[in-house]
């Protein structure tokens, strides 16, 4: 396909080429293959930019269009690179009743940023997520790939802090 | 079809009898009920996502949607029952909910699905009193196409045509839920040469034809059936044009076996080469304008001086198979079985033929003629032998050939050949040119031109690359001098024979 | 009548005269109740439903209200208006009559068009008086129907839509 | 480098660490609270592969077990609690095409987290019950399609099936009986639309997922259109134990209609909001005193939404009188669907409580069918002016016509899963619309 001049060409590691294809061999069809593929890409590279999805057009014999349909119709794949804590509160029912929207709000106000953004130094990213299948610990919020449950605003300020320092641990 | 299994199906208490397993929404319209619906096409695969063809069937209590159902033996349906109405009229308000209602600069009012169907199926009063969803509005996908995001219903017809039929799959449905976008990744122009095809199926402004953007209002617009004049494929088209007056836009018509619901984007500006600017819209000596009736007076004495002296073998043809059947028939009938003349001229139509394949895979062939069939046929029946060009220059230059009638074509892909032979033309041959465009008679500076049809004002017969004798009946004249090349003939031949007999006067 | 008056030719005429005279002279003294008026001095006051030479309607940014979607062309009885539609030079707006004209002589001024537009773009004004040579110049233009001097700019279109405006992202159109 | 996941600890929802309270029925629970019972070696000590080694080595035909399984009239236990039984039989027994089961892991229905438990605390149980369930309708590949978010979960599975293939129950002569199976985790993206059985199939080919048009149901024409049987995860780790101790004892446990047990995951004003097994049939007044601890802070209760937030909701009255099963439920004009229970007291506001699921169905929407991608934006709109002030009488008719107009009008229920909620809410709680009449003036 006739890659318009700006998209760089990107690669897998060794590890993660190695990776796809033992995930090709998992799936009957090669498209079958595309969403873990993805998660794959975006776990290497941090995002899934144009230049991603070019190269993962490439690989499962897709248009670019059909890639980015797929890309940005779910929510956990990111076009441009998150924070390095990517704090995701969730809005829903059980966690709304217990006040994530209060933390979110108070979040937002500590670190200086609105909902959907990024710090400047690039250490957090607030998002309001939808249910996380943890209401009974609600209210919950995911960092990176960990659920951080039964917050209360003090926890939650620990919680923060310990990410500042790098190393985020259960408050 | 007629070796068809048939089955009988009640459509609103008829019972009727439909091919076995055609779709319902077919089915209906082939008999007279016309069932709303957008996402649906039969060209293209089922979506079933516009939810507008939803039917009442007998046995089922939900509304089913008509477009996903095959006709099977005793399938009863029922199309306008109250609660498919106000269904009907509830899907139809969903979509204009967010839709801008920006008509008055909208190029699809007057031929817009939302429109057609408020008008049948909506008529309600919005009670939308919240804010719309906006989203980008003039966003241009390359040279042929302009998308409107905000009008876009969503239906996909564009998105799985270009997964479908024209392969490039550079047309996709983002984002999600009504924040959905419909748009080629990052905006990028479009590829292939079928992007048009999406604006005729997009059943509302979202997708519309750069090339028509403000041009003209559709109701203003007449319609002619016609054959594409841009290759040997042959599409089935309509011509749009207004009074007769100036061609606005080429449309695919359906046609089973040639082109089905699609034509490729070369040939759907080929209408520009018969447009006002391309066109010799009056008779010309020298390019001097002059009445038509002096113009065919010149070309008989000319015509008569060489015949009389027997110099038939003098006089030179160029004819070319752009031309219908009809016209090269009547050319045959006057030039050769009344004045005798032998000498025919084309470019080597075998070696296109045999060389005619398909460019893209799928309508655009490399003969670009739209009747060569058609025309080795004629003369191949009429025994008639056709020299190259290469013989008519040598001809020309060695001064055997003094009496020339060009039979010339629209379109710049004349031009080279025509310009050959003008150059190898001695100044003093007298050159008749029958040709609807300026271009060639430029090149003839001395010639005596008479202005032809252009292909999409023609009525006649063209043979297409399978041999199909298709017709063209556009019925229009877009300039009252110009005069079709059986008239013209006809006029020459009544002329003729008046002049040897010296009786009759000349009738206008 | 008397046979005496009808013989005699000078009564009938000076009868006549008397009648006429008398008119005349009231009318001149201002007595009279005459229904010519000193035009143009003054002017017959016509109903604000009048319908005279029409009117295109500006933006309040100043520029041309219509939108060139023809439903006044279309609407026309006489089809006496000529619209050519362009791109809109301004990237907020989309569409705009680059020519619009109005032949006034095939016109009939039955305000359909008024009431065809969508956009309030153009409404009967109230001038009747256009005096012209010759009849190419009454086929008026942009210019006259939107900025002639008897109109002193209040001709300002009530339907915007300032908000969407502002909202509206550039258009990026070759 | 691929970023190593971490995880935390924390993970285990609350009441399950103590131990079954008197009301409990731990029947796919029971061994639980065993510290490692995701290792295989634990789970094989406490009987597990039993019913695989049965089915397997005696060995019971494919018909036997489907049999068992509609003898036991085990139900989904995703949302739509349709006999799995009759599911695989729906599977054709011709071998012309691949044939697949799918394992439903996308628990994305607010206030559901029961499978979580399962995932990670019991993946063998589960994926026991998948191999039984693929000899059944004959499939040699199947899929656990779990959520995205459930990162954890799904190393948990993916180590527990590495075991599995080790310890010879998966690949190539399982267990010498010729049976061939491949598994495979396939990781979701964040879309509650792939919870969605023909949604889940969508995304496991690589598309959208979005739902496809029935007919034809994923049993004759599914994954790749090919025989596909999508099961939730409660449903298979049920099998197991119907294939030990025969369906006949399964019917003993719960009610006639409502067999077995069910996993609730409750959340909420309650004081022990958590996961329980209880028997399906158990009065939701025993429920509340005996293991969910009561109301939280003595508080009165107002309503209650029993089967995850497309269920609609039940009031104080009628909760107090119905039974945990789908019969009772139903005659409550709610669904027991997948058992994800929300508890609200007197202080909730109930229209802030729809106008929140909306904001989630609207999100959540996958945007193919027309009623569902505009009547969800339109209803939250409606909802957000609603309450902030502007609140109209013909907004509750507009209210009430609009959800009228996106019921059973899609391809899948989304549309429904807003509409029936709308329509309850305004049904069985006027006042609360009514408040903010007044308030508007």
Redesign the interface.
Known sequence: MAT?PQIKDVQFSEKGLKEFNHLLTRYDSKRSALLPVLHLAQGEFGALT?DV?HYVARLIE?????V??VV??YHMFHRKPVGEHHLQFCATLSCWMAGSHQLLKSTCSRLGIREGETTSDGKFTVTRVQCLGSCGSAPVVQVNETYYENLTPEKLNRLINSCKEGKPKIP | MAGEKKVKITLNGKEIEVPAGQNLVDAAKDNGVEIPHYCYHPGLS?A????MC?VEQEGNP??Q?AC?MKCSDNLKITTNSEKVTS?VQ??L???L??HPI????CDQ?GECGLQNYYMKHGKYHS?????K??K?????LG?HV?LDKERC??CSRCVRFT?EVSK?????????????IIG?????SMKGNYQVNTVDICPVGALTSKDF???Q?V??LDEAPSVCSGCSQGCNVSVHHKKGKHIYRLKPRFNEQVNKWWMCDKGRYTYKESNYDKRLSSAQLGGIDLPFEEAIQAWTTDLKVLLAMERSDEVGVFVSPHHTHEELKSIIEVLVSQFGITKFYAEDIDAMVKADAPIDGFLYRSDAYPNSRGFLKVFQDKKIKLHSVNDLTAALSKGSINHLVMFIPEGDRILPVTGKIARAMKPDTFVVCLTPQKGATDQFPGALSLPSLSHYEKTGTVTNHMGLEQSMMAGFKMFKESHSVQEILGLLSSRYSDARHEKGRVGT | MSNLESRSYLIGIVKGLITTGGHFFRNLLGFGNRPTIEYPEKRRNYSSRFMGVHILTKKKSGEIAC?????CA?NCPAECIHIV???SPNPKV??YPAVYEIDLLRCVFCGFCEEAC??DAIRMGRDYEVPELSERNFVVGIDYLMNRPSLQNKNISVFHEPERIA???E???? | MIKHTIHSKNMRPLAIDQKPLAAERRVLLEHEHIPDMNKIDVYASKGGYEALKKVLKTPMTPDQVIDEVKASNLRGRGGAGFPTGNKWSFVPKTKDKPHYLLCNADESEPGTFKDRVILEKLPHMMIEGMIIGSYAIGAAKSYVYIRGEYQYAAEVIHNAIQEAYRAGFLGKNILGSGFDHDMTVHRGAG?YICGEETGLISSLEGK?GWPK?K?PFPAVEGYLRCPTVVNNVETLAAVPWIINNGGAAYTKLGTAKSTGTKLWSVSGDVNRPGVYEVENGISFRVFLEDILGGMKGGKKLKAMIPGGSSAPIMTAEEAMKCTLDYESIASFGSMLGSGGMIVLDETRDLVQVLKNLSEFY??????????C??????IE??L??YTEGEAHR?DLK?LD?VSN?MM????CVLADSIAMPVQSYMKKFPEEFERYLKKAG
């Not at chain 2, 079933?48 to 939810?51: A, F, Y």
């Not at chain 2, 980008?136 to 241009?140: A, I, Q, R």
């Not at chain 2, 490039?168 to 009504?178: A, K, M, P, V, W």
């Open positions: 318009n144009d999805i897709l248009s670019p269009a059909q980015l349909e940005t119709f | 089922v079933g996502q516009c939810r939803l939900k509304l949607i996903n269904a509830s899907s308000e969903m979509h909910i967010n920006d008509c008055p600069i009012a009670e939308m009193r919240e804010h969803v906006n980008e509005k003039v966003v241009d040279d302009v219903i969503l997964q490039t799959s550079d047309l996709g449905i983002f984002q999600r839920g009504d924040r959905a080629t990744y990052n905006d990028e953007r403000f041009e209002r109701w203003f | 939108t060139a979607c023809m439903l279309t539609a362009a791109e989309e569409k969508p956009v909202k509206m992202p258009k990026k159109i070759a | 879309a959208k048009l007919p609207h999100d959540e929407s996958c945007g193919q069918c027309t009623p991608r505009e009547g969800t934006g339109w709109k409606i957000h002016s013909e507009l016509r107009n059973g009008r899609t391809i």
